[in-house]
Structure formats: structure tokens, C-alpha cells
């Protein structure tokens, strides 16, 4: 599958230059996720923003020396980065985008959760909400989660993971730890199916498979190259497959694309046997951002479009992000 930019017309270009001037005139810079529409990842890359994963994401957020963040991606993405640079104005296209392991994982249920077994390291996932990450001990994304998760168990610790199940199951797998895992799942990855999957190996029999671990394990199984998605698109460049199946957002093939544009890259299926839609390889949540919304946030600005969070959340949540990013600094496990 080849992703097309939209983008083509001469309206539509222009309007990215008007998105570039804004962005100077604001003292902005998009901070986009892989998950977006190619179009805004274009505009990130056109611009001096950063298209990247959670993790890359929150660094160069830090990193960066803008006074105002535009976050295309989801509502998570935005709150992180306003828990890391509370001096910065931090905006979304839209604040109705949401994740379905943030939804999944709601602050209160979680709490009792964790006090029901308070021996044990509060790990969560990167998408999750800020009250979420204020009650963790640790914050993880997919990119380092294995090597997170295996320093803990060396040192002897008990794990809770939150909130995606399917990672948490490949994780404790692969390092052997102790850990309970909080029931939630990406209503994207979900849908890979193993029986549609052996059905277009069995058609590209050439092709490598690549998965992103929240798929199920049936799917894992599978898979040539496991990873978050930037590991993903490494996996693309050094493989020496020219076809891949790509087992996450479709979203990934604008990058995909870019760094191997003599490569073909298909998607994993997700209709088959027990599918509940057509084709669910692309967030729905994601697919709220747009270049249309992205230049009346800038230009328009006000509470509609900022992200929020109560200081006393924000410390708190602060805590464990900070040791996951001094964590990668000194381990170097990005």
C-alpha cells in the first residue's frame, strides 16, 4: 500500500504555508505521531517539527526551545507534554481525540486497583492520562518497555502493568517478570487477525511481517520483527525483505515509505474470522487531526484547543516520567 498525500492541489499548499507562517508568528512547532495523517506529517517535516513516537515525542518537547507545542496525535500526547514543559502553552487540533487504553484505564477504578496491591511497582503505559501517570511509580512506552520491565525484575520488583494487556503479555513473556496486567486493549491492534495474517503470508511468501506488540500474541506469533514503531521502521530500513506486512496504524507508512521508497508495504489484515469492521488499521481518534484544524488552532487559539491539568496532577505525574527519560538517558535504551 502507498500513501499519497493529499495535499497535491494548490489550495492545499497553500494552506501548509500558511500553517509555516503561523507556526513562526506563534513561536510554535508540531510535535506530530506516526498515527497521523500523512499530510501532517509532511507539514511537521516541512517545518523543523518532529514526527516521531511517544517517546520521541516527549523528548523533543523538551528539547525543543518553542514557546508553544502543537500536538498532533492524541489527547495523552498532548497532556504529556504539558506535564514535562508546564512553562509552555500546549496545543491540540483537537481535544476530543482520545485513546482507547486511556479511555480503558479510567484514574479511579485504577487507584483501588493499585491499593488492592499495594506491594507491588505501579508501571503504566505511556497512553494513559495524567491522573493515570500521577498514580504510577514508573511511566513506559512500547520502545522501551522489555528493557524497563527486566531492570525491575532484576531488582527484585513485583509489577502492576497498566493498561494494555496485549504488550503487557509480550512484555512478561520475553523478561519473565511478575506482573498483573490491567484489562485494557488498542481497539486498533486488536484487530489483526492470525488466520487472515498466515492467509497473506501465504500470498507474499517474500514479504516480512512486522507487529507492534499490542497486537495479540497469536498475531505476535507471527511477526518477523516485533517493536514500538519507530523500532518498526528501523526494522523496515535494515531488513533486506523488499515487501513487508506491517501490523500496526497505517498511519506508519508515510515514514515507512520515506526511508524505503523502493520497498512495498502491505497492511495486516483485520477482516477475517471474528473482524468487526473492514479495515480498522487506522485510529479513529487520530484521524481527528487535521491540517484544516491545525490552522484555526493556531490562528484562533483560546481554551479550545489548550492543554490543561491541574498542578498538583502534573507534579505528581511529572515524578515517573521524568525517571522513564532519566532512565533512557543513562541506560541509552531509546
Same mark, same amino acid.
Request: aromatic share 8%.
Given at each position: 500500500? +502507498?500513501l499519497?498525500? =493529499?495535499?497535491?492541489? =494548490?489550495?492545499? +499548499?497553500?494552506?501548509?504555508?500558511?500553517?509555516?507562517?503561523?507556526?513562526?508568528?506563534?513561536? #510554535?512547532?508540531?510535535?506530530a505521531?506516526?498515527?497521523?495523517?500523512?499530510?501532517?506529517?509532511?507539514?511537521?517535516?516541512?517545518?523543523?517539527?518532529?514526527?516521531?513516537?511517544?517517546?520521541?515525542?516527549?523528548?523533543?518537547?523538551?528539547?525543543?526551545? #518553542?514557546? /508553544?507545542?502543537l500536538?498532533?496525535?492524541?489527547r495523552?500526547?498532548?497532556?504529556?507534554?504539558?506535564?514535562?514543559?508546564?512553562? =509552555?502553552?500546549?496545543?491540540?487540533?483537537?481535544?476530543? #481525540?482520545?485513546?482507547?487504553?486511556d479511555?480503558? &484505564?479510567p484514574a479511579?477504578?485504577?487507584?483501588? $486497583?493499585?491499593?488492592?496491591?499495594? !506491594?507491588? /511497582?505501579?508501571?503504566?503505559?505511556?497512553?494513559?492520562s495524567?491522573?493515570?501517570?500521577?498514580?504510577?511509580?514508573?511511566?513506559?512506552?512500547?520502545? @522501551?518497555?522489555?528493557d524497563?520491565?527486566?531492570?525491575?525484575?532484576?531488582?527484585?520488583?513485583k509489577?502492576?502493568?497498566a493498561p !494494555?494487556?496485549?504488550?503487557?503479555?509480550?512484555?512478561?513473556k520475553? /523478561?519473565?517478570?511478575?506482573?498483573?496486567?490491567?484489562?485494557?486493549? &488498542?481497539?486498533?491492534?486488536?484487530?489483526?487477525?492470525?488466520?487472515? *495474517?498466515?492467509?497473506?503470508k501465504?500470498?507474499?511468501?517474500?514479504?516480512?511481517?512486522?507487529?507492534?506488540?499490542?497486537?495479540?500474541?497469536?498475531?505476535?506469533?507471527?511477526?518477523?520483527?516485533?517493536?514500538?514503531?519507530?523500532? *518498526? +521502521?528501523?526494522?523496515?530500513?535494515?531488513?533486506?525483505?523488499?515487501?513487508m506486512?506491517?501490523?500496526?496504524?497505517?498511519?506508519?507508512?508515510?515514514?515507512?515509505?520515506?526511508?524505503?521508497p523502493?520497498k512495498?508495504?502491505?497492511?495486516?489484515?483485520?477482516?477475517?474470522?471474528?473482524?468487526t469492521? =473492514?479495515?480498522?488499521?487506522?485510529?479513529?481518534w487520530?484521524?481527528?487531526?487535521?491540517?484544516?484544524?491545525? $490552522?484555526?488552532? *493556531?490562528? +484562533?487559539?483560546?481554551?479550545?484547543?489548550?492543554i490543561k @491539568?491541574?498542578e498538583n @496532577?502534573?507534579?505528581k #505525574? $511529572?515524578v515517573?516520567?521524568?525517571?522513564?527519560l532519566?532512565?533512557?538517558?543513562? $541506560?541509552?535504551?531509546?
Open positions: 500500500m +502507498i499519497q498525500s =493529499k495535499f497535491d492541489s =494548490k489550495e492545499k +499548499i497553500k494552506l501548509i504555508q500558511s500553517i509555516s507562517e503561523l507556526l513562526k508568528k506563534n513561536n #510554535a512547532v508540531v510535535v505521531h506516526y498515527y497521523t495523517d500523512p499530510d501532517i506529517q509532511l507539514l511537521a517535516d516541512l517545518t523543523g517539527g518532529c514526527v516521531a513516537d511517544s517517546l520521541e515525542m516527549a523528548c523533543f518537547s523538551q528539547k525543543h526551545s #518553542a514557546q /508553544t507545542l500536538v498532533a496525535g492524541v495523552f500526547m498532548g497532556e504529556t507534554a504539558k506535564i514535562l514543559n508546564p512553562e =509552555k502553552k500546549v496545543l491540540m487540533p483537537n481535544l476530543q #481525540a482520545e485513546c482507547s487504553l479511555i480503558g &484505564c479511579e477504578k485504577f487507584n483501588a $486497583f493499585c491499593q488492592a496491591h499495594s !506491594d507491588r /511497582t505501579v508501571v503504566v503505559y505511556a497512553n494513559t495524567a491522573a493515570v501517570k500521577a498514580r504510577a511509580d514508573w511511566v513506559v512506552t512500547s520502545s @522501551i518497555a522489555v524497563l520491565i527486566d531492570y525491575l525484575d532484576r531488582l527484585g520488583e509489577i502492576i502493568w !494494555d494487556r496485549h504488550l503487557g503479555y509480550y512484555v512478561q520475553k /523478561t519473565g517478570a511478575d506482573m498483573i496486567c490491567w484489562q485494557s486493549a &488498542c481497539i486498533v491492534h486488536e484487530e489483526f487477525k492470525t488466520q487472515a *495474517l498466515v492467509q497473506i501465504q500470498l507474499h511468501p517474500d514479504a516480512a511481517v512486522l507487529v507492534h506488540p499490542e497486537s495479540p500474541q497469536t498475531v505476535v506469533d507471527l511477526a518477523d520483527v516485533v517493536g514500538s514503531t519507530s523500532q *518498526l +521502521i528501523t526494522a523496515a530500513k535494515n531488513l533486506p525483505h523488499q515487501k506486512i506491517v501490523a500496526t496504524d497505517r498511519g506508519i507508512f508515510y515514514k515507512m515509505q520515506k526511508a524505503c523502493n512495498i508495504f502491505l497492511e495486516a489484515p483485520t477482516t477475517g474470522e471474528g473482524a469492521c =473492514k479495515s480498522c488499521a487506522h485510529c479513529p487520530m484521524a481527528m487531526n487535521t491540517l484544516e484544524d491545525i $490552522f484555526t488552532c *493556531l490562528d +484562533i487559539g483560546g481554551e479550545k484547543y489548550e @491539568i491541574e @496532577i502534573r507534579k #505525574a $511529572f515517573p516520567l521524568n525517571r522513564m532519566s532512565y533512557v538517558k543513562k $541506560f541509552k535504551c531509546k
